[in-house]
């Protein structure tokens, strides 16, 4: 399969995985990959702070990786759509290959 790349794909692919570079991110994406979370959950479960964390979340919202809703005064996060799973399994797949 060709596919054509224009300059503004190409950026965006380089920006997703800046993103997913980073081992804490890639720690919030894997915790979210079970189910949503708030930022509260999110922080006891990773033992981060909750400032550092809503830092990371705004950078994998901004490329597209994770989506927020609002309930109440709670805000929620989960992975954006069905390609970040499938993004993170592969890679983590490809990982764990024996070479």
């Known amino acids: 399969m060709t596919m054509t790349l224009s300059n503004q794909t190409i950026s965006e ?13 890639l720690k919030i994406i894997y915790a979210l990959s079970d189910s949503e979370m708030s930022v509260t959950e999110l922080a006891e479960s990773l033992d981060i702070e909750q400032s550092s964390l809503s830092h990371q979340l705004k950078i994998l919202k901004n490329v597209r990786l994770v989506s927020v809703r609002r309930e109440g005064r709670k805000r929620l996060y989960s992975l954006a759509d069905e390609h ?11 990982a764990n290959e024996k070479r």
């Open 84 to 94: 970040v799973y499938t993004l993170l399994t592969q890679v983590i797949s490809h």
């Open 13 to 25: 692919v380089t920006d997703l995985f800046k993103a997913l570079s980073d081992p804490g991110r």
